[in-house]
């Protein structure tokens, strides 16, 4: 009996111990890659935001009167400033990026709560900076930034959603690694895009990787199946996770959804 009360001790502080430091195993931060040379169309945003955190990044003003904005969200261990040479010369549109709490020169711990309130934030300032309106704008989510963009999305109705190796939820993700029961016991970030995904009803773009290491395509098409009506599925031929962008038909596919 003295044994089985041990045993049971260990596990229960084992998953406690394990919930506890859940968002240090779930979210990656890394710091900012090097220095951003801004001008013309490059321009720098700091966001003051909730719990005195600070949101770092840019705006690539490429024609701010005649291209729709889009905000992108990175994936995990994305640091965004690596993505402004290819975007100014790769997409047709005026592109706002931020490096989450925690990444980049961005201050703060990354929580969802606090990742999806500053999405909000970012949207509210940038739209009322330009006189902005939601139909003129877009929201692009790359991996873990699928949540954010879709929540933006849906909280903020916005015209365009474009996503980038998504997934239904980062429980279901996670229990293809691990045992289900325990993702369910020590994860607190659940980042469940499916339970609202249903109410998105806007023209959305889901890119996938053929061959994606890290979000099964099951898990991808979990999503794309609950999405509204009006989306549409590519899949990049011969593809990986973190190799996606490097195939031509990605922002073949982008621009094309944008000038839709």
Not at 160 to 165: A, H, I, V
Not at 187 to 204: K, S, Y
Not at 205 to 227: F, Q, S
Request: proline share 4%.
């Amino acid at each position: 009996m003295k044994l089985v009360m041990i045993i049971i001790l260990a596990v229960i502080f084992i998953v406690a111990g394990l919930r506890l430091f859940s968002r240090k195993l779930l979210y990656f931060p890394v710091p900012l890659a090097g220095p951003v040379e801004t001008g013309a169309v490059v321009k720098e945003i700091s966001l003051p935001v909730a719990g005195g955190a600070v949101l770092r990044g840019w705006v690539l003003e490429k024609d701010a009167a005649g291209l729709p904005f889009i905000f992108y969200f990175g994936g995990n261990a994305e640091e965004v400033s690596l993505n402004i040479a290819d975007y100014i010369e790769k997409v047709d549109a005026n592109v706002v990026m931020v490096n989450y709490r925690g990444y980049g020169l961005s201050t703060g711990r990354p929580t969802e709560a606090a990742l999806k309130a500053d999405a909000l934030a970012l949207y509210d300032h940038i739209s009322e900076h330009y006189g902005l309106v939601p139909d003129r704008c877009g929201a692009w989510g790359r991996s873990l930034g699928s949540s954010m963009a879709a929540y933006l999305t849906w909280q903020r109705g916005l015209g365009r959603l474009l996503l980038t190796c998504p997934f239904d939820s980062i429980e279901k993700v996670a229990a293809g690694f691990y045992p289900g029961w325990l993702v369910s016991m020590v994860l607190t970030d659940r980042h469940r895009t499916v339970d609202f995904a249903d109410q998105i009803q806007v023209e959305t773009l889901i890119l996938a990787a053929e061959h994606d290491e890290i979000i099964p395509m099951e898990r991808t098409r979990a999503l794309y199946d609950v999405l509204g009506n009006d989306r549409e599925m590519v899949v990049i031929r011969d593809a990986g996770h973190n190799t996606i962008s490097e195939f031509r038909g990605y922002y073949d596919a982008v621009n094309v959804f944008l000038k839709k």
